[in-house]
C-alpha cells in the first residue's frame, strides 16, 4: 500500500542529510533545517536554498529569525520550546510559520504564534526513548479535532507507514528516517 498526503514535512539537521535530485513531485515538500550544534557555511546554505527554490520545495529554518532573513526562506519552524510571540512582528509576503508540540497547552501556544501547521510528536513509540509515551491514532485523531493543522511527526517508519492512512491529516513529518539507507523517503519520491 502507498501513502498519499499533501504534504510531507523533512526535518534535516545536515544539508547533506537529503539528495534533492531525488525529489520529483512540486510543491508538497517542506524541508525544515534544524541545526543546534554546528550551522552550516552560508554559503553550501545559500546553494541549498536555491536548489530547494528551484524544485519549488519550501525551506524553513528552526528558531533562527536572522538566519532565516539572511538565507530567504519560506518561513520559521518553532520547536516546542520556543514560546515567543516576537515572531508575528515578521511581515513578509508568504512567510510562514510552522510550530511542534507535545499536549494540549503548547498546541494552544502554536495556535496563539500563527502557525499554519503544527507538527504534533510522538505518534509512535520511538527507538531512543522507549518508555517515553507516545499518542497512537486513535488520540491523534482526537488531537486533530482541536485543529486541522495538526501534523503528525515521531516514530514513522517503513514499518508501520501504512497507519498514516487512518489518520486524519493533511501530512507527516520524519526526522531519523531521513538518515537511514534506504530511506523511508523512497516511496515518497
Not at 550551522?39 to 528552526?62: G, Q
Not at 511542534?100 to 513509540?125: D, P, R, V
Amino acid at each position: 500500500m502507498f501513502i498519499i498526503k499533501n504534504k510531507y514535512f523533512l526535518i534535516i539537521e545536515n544539508i547533506k542529510d537529503i539528495d534533492l535530485k531525488n525529489i520529483k513531485i512540486r510543491n508538497k515538500f517542506f524541508i525544515i533545517y534544524r541545526n543546534y550544534k554546528k550551522v552550516n557555511e552560508i554559503d553550501e546554505l545559500l546553494r541549498f536554498r536555491l536548489k530547494c527554490k528551484s524544485k519549488s520545495i519550501k525551506f524553513y529554518v528552526a528558531n533562527d529569525m536572522k538566519l532565516a532573513k539572511i538565507l530567504d526562506s519560506d518561513g520559521i519552524y518553532l520547536s516546542s520550546f520556543n514560546k515567543k510571540l516576537k515572531f508575528l512582528s515578521y511581515k513578509k509576503k508568504n512567510f510562514g510559520v510552522i510550530g511542534s508540540a507535545h499536549n494540549f497547552k503548547e498546541i494552544y501556544c502554536k495556535i496563539k504564534q500563527g502557525c499554519t501547521f503544527i507538527l504534533l510528536s510522538k505518534l509512535f513509540l520511538v527507538n531512543y526513548d522507549k518508555k517515553s509515551p507516545y499518542l497512537g491514532v486513535v488520540k491523534f485523531n482526537s488531537f486533530s479535532k482541536i485543529s486541522k493543522k495538526l501534523i503528525p511527526l515521531g516514530g514513522i517508519k517503513r514499518q508501520n507507514l501504512n497507519n498514516l492512512n487512518n489518520i486524519s491529516c493533511d501530512g507527516f513529518a520524519l526526522l531519523s528516517e531521513i538518515k537511514k539507507k534506504p530511506a523511508i523517503t523512497n516511496r515518497l519520491f
